[in-house]
């Protein structure tokens, strides 16, 4: 088995690499959410059925647009709806 040594000039050089990806990693920006979801798509985020996406359609909850027998959901509206039933917790629990 060979041995290598690793010189001080060999971390700086991997140190400087390491900060290099960090800061790109964190530069990234986060990956833009679709603005329209297809009805399955919803169903999946939702985790609910098609009757119940049908009734959230129907009773008005949920906006949408047709285009050709497919529904498209503003992923801005699902937001809403989200944060608009949002319950807020007592904490009871550790007071």
């Given amino acids: 088995m060979a041995v ?17 990806d960090l ?14 979801l297809k009805s399955n798509e919803v ?14 359609r129907i009773n008005g909850t949920l906006s949408y647009t047709k285009i050709g027998g497919i529904m498209y959901y ?3 509206d699902i937001d809403k709806l989200l944060n608009g039933n949002k319950v807020k917790s007592l904490p009871t629990l550790f007071k």
């Fill in 23 to 36: 800061k790109e990693i964190i530069q990234c920006k986060p990956q833009q959410t679709k603005q329209w």
């Fill in 43 to 56: 169903r999946k985020l939702l985790n609910i059925s098609p009757g119940t996406l049908q009734n959230l």
């Fill in 74 to 76: 503003d992923n801005t």
């Fill in 4 to 20: 290598q040594i690793i010189t001080i000039e060999d971390l700086n050089e991997f140190r400087s690499l390491l900060l290099n």
